[in-house]
């Protein structure tokens, strides 16, 4: 039986096991929680980024049994994947186990090594192991230290271990680093967009110092349908309030449906206060860092079941917080069909809040395969030809009920002839995920 001592005991954390216990306890906070399997976590000393760190882990699905722990290489240059060639890493809080069974899986199938100096000072692996400890009483993990190869191996082994119930997966990622403030907060804006949308043309090495790891976790998230729900992005001065040179901090969940979906189960009356107080034009308070990711929505309100303004955002473009205040404004005091919202009026608004899906692009052959296509109660539809461009929300169904009535409807409303159609007719569906 072989034993790794954690060697950032005294740096990156308390070495001693009370002060340590004492230290982890403060992170605790009361927060909405969603069961996940997989999180990236920072792994910065715990003065800078553990309450973080935490956060994220402490999302983990209480009863798995195996943890990777996936990690950059800070101390030892290599290709490919390390695996630690021991049976327990012993931290302050106690020893852990190591699964060398699946140790020896990821040698055979993906030609992992036994690498066990790659694990050594490797603060990556190290900082997140008392967080696990303080939080499961019976778990083993599963280190993994990674440098200088593809994303493609880390999808792999995604894809074959995370259908298993009784697995989950720690990336551990800090983001840019030593920028100056404002560089950083620009530089991993760009990189928390990235891997939240799936968009990762063009996502580099220096966006984070685990940037393998991060792409193949949101690539994988794309291919299943999931999203990464954002817990927290700031850096290093929100602590030391040094600004010149920073290292940035980001902490997302994996969360096996729409991000749309997960915002209207845990945040309705926080969207609907949002909306209320931007017409008020008041304050608005503290919000959930999940609304900080791209979005788009469509703010409508009624009066007495009569239409009294509607105004949104069709495609993806903003921070959706930003996004649903202009456009609670915009729908109160600049729908061009209606006189601006008075005063007196304001408590009598019933507020719809449409959380808009990203647009996809429809291919057809002619009108009939183009209906054909489109989903009756469900599909959002945005026609184009030329200059001329309409939208209809999912919610026009309740008073357009057959799909070519819908169809002919939306064309007038881009001002075409109701039977139009022409070889550069474009239509685009997108779905809406509806609070009231």
Request: glycine residues 4%; negative net charge; contains cysteine.
């Amino acid at each position: 039986m072989t034993n790794s001592t954690s060697k950032v005991e005294g740096t990156f954390f308390p070495e001693n096991k009370e002060e340590l216990e004492k230290l982890i306890a403060s992170f605790k906070k009361e927060e909405v929680k969603f069961p996940t399997r997989a999180v990236v976590a920072p792994h910065a000393g715990y003065q800078y980024s553990g309450e973080l760190a935490y956060r994220a882990i402490s999302l983990i699905n209480r009863d798995v049994k195996n943890i990777f722990i996936i990690a950059p290489a800070h101390k030892l240059y290599f290709k490919g994947m390390a695996l630690l060639n021991h049976d327990y890493i012993v931290t302050p809080l106690g020893r852990i186990e190591v699964n060398r069974e699946i140790n020896n899986e990821l040698k055979e199938e993906f030609e992992c090594e036994f690498k066990t100096e790659a694990f050594v000072d490797e603060h990556a692996i190290e900082v997140q192991v008392p967080l696990i400890q303080s939080l499961f009483d019976e778990i083993k993990i599963i280190p993994i230290v990674i440098c200088d190869m593809p994303p493609d191996k880390i999808v792999k082994i995604l894809e074959k271990y995370y259908p298993d119930k009784d697995n989950a997966f720690v990336i551990s990622s800090d983001l840019s680093h030593y920028l100056t403030d404002i560089e950083a907060m620009k530089l991993d804006t760009i990189t928390a967009i990235k891997i939240e949308t799936g968009d990762l043309k063009d996502f580099q090495t220096n966006m984070a110092c685990n940037a393998i790891s991060l792409y193949a976790l949101s690539y994988f998230a794309r291919q299943n349908n999931y999203s990464l729900i954002r817990l927290d992005l700031y850096n290093s001065s929100k602590t030391t309030n040094y600004i010149e040179r920073v290292v940035g901090y980001g902490a997302w969940g994996l969360y096996e449906d729409k991000k749309n979906n997960f915002i209207k189960q845990n945040y309705r009356d926080v969207l609907i206060d949002i909306v209320k107080k931007s017409i008020r034009d008041e304050k608005i308070p503290a919000y959930p860092k999940v609304l900080d990711e791209i979005g788009a929505c469509f703010v409508t309100l009624n009066k007495s079941g009569n239409l009294r303004g509607c105004i949104g955002s069709i495609i993806p473009h903003r921070p959706l917080i930003v996004d649903l205040v202009i456009n609670s404004k915009n729908a109160a005091y600049n729908d061009p069909r209606f006189r601006a919202v008075q005063k007196d009026e304001l408590d009598e608004l019933d507020i719809e809040i449409s959380l808009l899906s990203e647009p996809v692009e429809m291919r057809f052959n002619d009108e009939e395969d183009l209906l054909n296509q489109i989903k009756e109660n469900e599909d959002g539809i945005i026609i184009q030809d030329k200059e001329a461009k309409a939208v209809y929300l999912p919610s026009v169904w309740g008073q357009l009920h057959d799909k070519k009535v819908f169809l002919s409807s939306l064309k007038l409303k881009a001002g075409l002839p109701h039977d139009h159609f022409s070889d550069t007719f474009k239509a685009y569906k997108f779905s809406a995920t509806m609070i009231k």
